[in-house]
């Protein structure tokens, strides 16, 4: 015999039909031998199972067979930027992974899709597992909707987008379950898992208060869709709801405890230490008399110190530095921070939207949206002090 008429034909060419013909059974039978076998008598499987390995059929499409059934088995996570940022970012690694915990408890893959906007490792084992879909594209000013209508979910998580991001009505035109994580804040169309954002801020203005400071920096990232770097106007109202709520607690803060600081604030188009080092410079060559920094992410923090040791100022001798997230490098360069349980996050926002999605396939009527406030700690460590 030929070596080519024992060669599988490619699987382009191969169908459940043109099995049937070959074997001369039915396509009723042959579709029980890859979804209900034990109809199938054992000789007759054992012949299809044979010649589909032959000609290089695998089964019917999961897909399409999940779409039959009502169900896609698999939940979308909607990132606040392109989609390296889920990878490069800590505090979104950890998330991730969260996310992807629940994922691989309930065997469910998860499609990771990019806003299109917004500032800014997920793996899993087992039968959970993590797709991607959309190019990480470059920021073009106006928010772009992802393909919410054509990728299989059951329900989605959005991740930190902006007010005014066109990403939620496009999930809510699905009808399919959503969990709000961080921002926008709660509302009644979907359920929201974060922290109190404002009382971060309030914690750490009362912190840097009762250490004397009356000068106070802060560098965030963007605080609109527009892609800019500089300083920010008092009166300025950024787009973001968690970068918003963390401003005003911080005056609130300063102001509780007698303190009547003057907060500048610095803006980078991203949350990565490198824009965190050239906030920095930025806001102290505009502002030298600054004795204290806030920095809305402990990556922009580490950014700060890695800066300010170039520059020769001294923290916190000269200028004090906080973060927010408590991420793993926080703790080794002594960092001030507020921690936030960061893979916790990830796991209530999954476990959250798959019992809605069980809820749903049910048939159960959905409860009232639900907002889950996680605990947040201020971690006092080395890069804060009183002013000198």
């Known amino acids: 015999m030929e070596e080519s008429s024992i060669m599988p034909r490619p699987a382009s060419d191969a169908s459940l039909l043109s099995l049937a013909r070959a074997l001369d059974l039915s396509t009723a039978t042959v579709s029980n031998a890859f979804n209900r076998p034990e109809r199938v008598g054992a000789a007759t499987l054992e012949r ?5 390995e032959r000609i290089g059929y ?20 909607v990132l606040t930027d392109a989609l390296p940022f889920a990878f490069e970012d800590h505090a979104a690694v950890g998330f991730l992974a969260g996310v992807a915990q629940t994922c691989e408890e309930t065997g469910r893959s998860l499609v990771m899709l990019p806003s299109g906007s917004g500032s800014g490792s997920g793996s899993s084992s087992g039968s959970g597992s993590v797709r991607s879909v959309g190019a990480a594209t470059p920021l073009r ?15 989605v998580i959005v991740y930190s987008v902006g007010d005014r991001e066109p990403v939620l009505a496009a999930a809510q035109a699905r009808r399919i379950p959503i969990v709000v994580v961080d921002q926008p804040h709660a509302g009644p169309a979907w359920d929201w898992v974060g922290i109190d954002d404002r009382a971060v801020g309030v914690t750490v203005g009362e912190h840097l208060a009762q250490l004397g400071h009356e000068r106070v920096g802060v560098i965030a990232p963007r605080l609109s869709q527009a892609r800019r770097n500089g300083p920010v106007p008092r009166d300025a109202v950024p787009d973001y709801a968690v970068l918003r709520a963390r401003i005003e607690g911080l005056r609130a803060g300063l102001a509780a405890h007698g303190s009547a600081a ?26 030298p008399a600054l004795t204290a920094v806030f920095c809305l992410s402990d990556e922009l923090a580490l950014g700060a110190l890695a800066r300010a040791a170039e520059l020769g100022i001294d923290v916190p001798g000269r200028v004090s530095i906080v973060g927010v997230d408590d991420i793993e490098r926080a703790e080794a360069v002594g960092l001030t921070t507020i921690e936030q349980p960061l893979q916790a996050k990830g796991a209530v ?7 809605r999605i069980d809820e749903r396939l049910a048939g159960g009527r959905p409860g009232p949206a639900q907002a889950r406030v996680l605990p947040t700690t201020l971690h006092v460590r080395s890069t804060t002090a009183p002013p000198s």
């Open 48 to 52: 299809i199972l044979a010649e589909a």
């Open 58 to 77: 695998s089964g019917p499409d999961l897909a399409a067979r999940q779409l039959r059934r009502g169900r896609a088995d698999a939940i979308g996570l």
């Open 141 to 155: 000013g106006a928010a772009s909707v992802p393909p919410l209508g054509t990728v299989a979910i059951d329900g």
């Open 262 to 287: 003057e907060v500048t604030i610095e803006e980078r188009t991203i949350s990565s230490e490198q824009a965190g080092a050239a906030g920095f410079a930025a806001l102290m060559a505009r502002h």
């Open 349 to 355: 926002a999954g476990r959250l939207l798959m019992a």
